[in-house]
C-alpha cells in the first residue's frame, strides 16, 4: 500500500448500532472526493454492517468485501464498524495497515464530535448528568447481579426506548455485556463486562 492515503482510500464511515432504529451511519468522511463513490451510504450501511458483523458468535466473517469498482474493509469497534471504502484491491495487501488507518480517522473523528458537542444548553446538561447518573446506578445494580432489561427499567422512570438507548451505550463503552436471555425468552439479561 502507498504512503498517501489518497492513493488507496476514497471514503471512510462508521456504522454505529441504534437498539431501536439497527445499523445507521454515525459519521462519514471523503478522503478523495474526485473519485467518490456515488453511494447512498444511508442504505448500504445495514447490507455492510450485516456483513461484517451479523451471523452467531464464532461463525467465519469477512475481512473485505470486494466489489466491481471498490472495495470494503470493516474493523469493529465495540457494537460500531469502522469501514474503509478502497479504490482498487491492491490496498488490501496490508491489513494491518489499514486498521490503524480506520482507528486513527476515527479517534480523529470522535474527537472533532467531542469538540462540537461542548456548545449544548443547560438543559441538555441536565439530561446529560440525569443519563449519566442512571447508568452509573446500573453499573451499581449489576455489581454482582445478572437482571433482565424489564427490571431494570422498573426502577427508573423511564421509557422502553431510552432504557435500550442506556444499555447500548453501555454496552458501547464496555462497561456491560449480555448474559443470554431470562427465562421468558425476550428479555435481555444483563451483567458488568
Known amino acids: 500500500m502507498a504512503g498517501n492515503i489518497n492513493d488507496d ?6 456504522i454505529g448500532f441504534d437498539m431501536i432504529a439497527g445499523p445507521m451511519v454515525r459519521w462519514k468522511k471523503e478522503i478523495d472526493a474526485k473519485t467518490g463513490l456515488n453511494l447512498d451510504y444511508d442504505q448500504f450501511a445495514l447490507a455492510t454492517y450485516l456483513a461484517f458483523k451479523g451471523g ?27 469501514c474503509l471504502f478502497l479504490k482498487t484491491t491492491k490496498a488490501l495487501e496490508d491489513m494491518t495497515r489499514l486498521k490503524s488507518l480506520a482507528e486513527s480517522i476515527s479517534a480523529q473523528m ?3 464530535e467531542g469538540t462540537d458537542g461542548e ?10 448528568d440525569n443519563v449519566k ?3 452509573r ?24 426506548s431510552e432504557i435500550w438507548a442506556i444499555m447500548s451505550a453501555l454496552e458501547h463503552d464496555g462497561l456491560v455485556r449480555r448474559a443470554g436471555k431470562a427465562k421468558d425468552g425476550r428479555s435481555v439479561v444483563w451483567t458488568l463486562a
Not at 482510500?9 to 462508521?14: I, P
Open 9 to 14: 482510500v476514497s471514503s471512510v464511515m462508521n
Open 56 to 82: 452467531n458468535g464464532g461463525s467465519p466473517t469477512p475481512q473485505a468485501i470486494v466489489y466491481d469498482s471498490f472495495s470494503v474493509v470493516g474493523f469493529p469497534k465495540g457494537m460500531d464498524l469502522i
Open 110 to 112: 470522535e474527537k472533532d
Open 119 to 128: 456548545a449544548a444548553g443547560a438543559s441538555t446538561d441536565a439530561e446529560d
Open 133 to 135: 447518573e442512571i447508568k
Open 137 to 160: 446506578i446500573i453499573c451499581n445494580m449489576l455489581r454482582k447481579n445478572t437482571l433482565p432489561t424489564p427490571e431494570i427499567r422498573s426502577h427508573f422512570k423511564i421509557a422502553s
